[in-house]
């Protein structure tokens, strides 16, 4: 794992520091409650479903103040705990191509992800790394949070999610589903906003990546997306069934309330541990960008057989 700023050596310099005192933190050998993972295709709506379960849920999340202590992790949420007691997150549904504003605002935790998944060409590993102090570190974060923990990092976990089942026996997946068409769009525009150009990769490369660097763009989106969702169905097929769900991205801007109970039901987190409903922004549907990418995706994913029948009897909210 390698810093990309000036900052990020002078924070990596900083966790280094305090490796000592992040050890004493660590006196659980795994997380008494069960774990949350927010899994799904870039852009199909996973950071507005960790804002919205922020809000519905007591449950622990990694903020952006937490992010900066990657190597650290219990540091960083005590230093949170002390620096910004009492305060809450503000949801608001805003987000920057899965980055948010503010202390408390949820973050993916990149660097911290690639320490169990050392990536290469693509972001897929064969089995992750040292998963037993994984499970220390979580704990800690458990604990010092005083909260279930909930993550989201579409890399790591969308591509490892049967690993993290065998680390962690408490671990629990939800899975947003988006309507493709929506997805690539979105993608397309990443691309340019984001990543300077169309030409250009956005976010998570498949196990599939190394073969679809000559696809045209269109294709290229397509099979990004066609391929993630397959991959993630071959992981959940080897998890027990009450380990995971399938929500949908329409619903979830619709009726909120009914996403959340799904992830509290799966959380074993009842009814009363949600916060009153609060008015969240809806997102919009994507824009159409190019005919040549909707037909696209509709060619590879929308009339792809083994991608009709995965889904053909998953309920739009959950799996049950």
């Given at each position: 794992?390698?810093?990309?700023?000036?900052n990020?050596?002078?924070?990596?310099?900083?966790?280094?520091?305090?490796?000592?005192?992040?050890?004493?933190?660590?006196?659980?050998?795994?997380?008494?409650s069960?774990?949350?993972?927010?899994?799904?295709?870039?852009?199909?709506?996973?950071?507005?479903?960790?804002q919205?379960?922020?809000?519905?849920?007591?449950?622990?999340?990694?903020?952006?103040?937490?992010?900066?202590?990657?190597?650290?992790?219990?540091?960083?949420?005590l230093?949170?705990?002390?620096?910004?007691?009492g305060?809450?997150?503000?949801?608001?549904?805003?987000?920057?191509f899965?980055?948010?504003?503010?202390?408390?605002?949820?973050?993916?935790?990149?660097?911290?992800?690639?320490?169990?998944?050392?990536?290469?060409?693509?972001?897929f590993?064969?089995?992750?790394?040292n998963?037993?102090?994984?499970?220390?570190?979580?704990?800690?974060?458990?604990?010092?949070?005083?909260?279930?923990?909930?993550?989201?990092?579409?890399?790591?976990?969308s591509?490892?999610?049967?690993?993290?089942?065998?680390?962690?026996?408490?671990?629990?997946f939800l899975?947003?589903?988006r309507?493709?068409?929506?997805?690539?769009?979105?993608?397309?525009?990443?691309r340019?906003?984001?990543?300077?150009?169309?030409?250009?990769?956005?976010?998570?490369?498949?196990p599939?990546?190394?073969?679809?660097?000559?696809?045209?763009?269109?294709?290229?989106?397509?099979?990004?997306?066609?391929?993630?969702?397959?991959?993630?169905?071959?992981?959940l097929?080897?998890i027990?069934?009450?380990?995971?769900?399938?929500?949908?991205?329409?619903?979830?801007i619709?009726?909120?309330?009914?996403?959340?109970?799904?992830?509290g039901?799966?959380?074993?987190?009842?009814?009363?541990?949600?916060?009153?409903?609060?008015n969240?922004?809806?997102?919009?549907?994507?824009?159409?960008?190019?005919d040549?990418?909707?037909?696209?995706?509709?060619?590879?994913?929308?009339?792809?057989?083994?991608?009709?029948?995965?889904?053909?009897?998953v309920?739009?909210?959950?799996?049950?």
């Amino acid at each position: 794992m390698e810093p990309l700023y000036a900052n990020d050596f002078q924070l990596l310099a900083l966790n280094n520091s305090l490796s000592d005192f992040n050890q004493q933190l660590l006196t659980k050998q795994m997380p008494e409650s069960n774990v949350l993972f927010l899994i799904g295709v870039p852009r199909s709506g996973t950071t507005f479903l960790t804002q919205l379960l922020i809000d519905k849920l007591d449950i622990g999340y990694i903020s952006n103040t937490i992010a900066r202590f990657w190597k650290v992790p219990a540091v960083g949420a005590l230093l949170q705990n002390t620096l910004l007691d009492g305060k809450n997150y503000q949801i608001d549904g805003k987000s920057k191509f899965g980055a948010t504003s503010g202390p408390l605002g949820p973050h993916e935790f990149g660097f911290f992800w690639q320490r169990w998944f050392p990536y290469g060409k693509t972001h897929f590993v064969t089995t992750g790394q040292n998963g037993k102090q994984l499970c220390r570190e979580v704990a800690a974060l458990e604990s010092t949070l005083g909260k279930p923990m909930m993550f989201k990092n579409l890399a790591a976990c969308s591509l490892h999610a049967y690993w993290l089942s065998e680390v962690f026996p408490s671990a629990r997946f939800l899975l947003i589903r988006r309507n493709p068409i929506d997805v690539a769009r979105s993608i397309y525009k990443a691309r340019i906003v984001r990543e300077g150009g169309v030409e250009h990769w956005f976010s998570v490369k498949p196990p599939s990546y190394l073969e679809l660097r000559d696809l045209s763009v269109e294709e290229q989106i397509a099979r990004q997306i066609l391929d993630i969702e397959l991959h993630i169905s071959q992981q959940l097929s080897r998890i027990d069934s009450s380990r995971w769900r399938v929500v949908d991205y329409d619903r979830m801007i619709t009726n909120p309330n009914e996403v959340a109970r799904v992830a509290g039901s799966l959380m074993n987190m009842g009814a009363e541990n949600m916060s009153p409903v609060k008015n969240i922004l809806a997102l919009s549907s994507s824009e159409k960008v190019s005919d040549i990418l909707d037909d696209m995706v509709t060619k590879i994913v929308l009339d792809n057989e083994y991608w009709k029948q995965l889904y053909s009897e998953v309920d739009n909210v959950s799996r049950d």
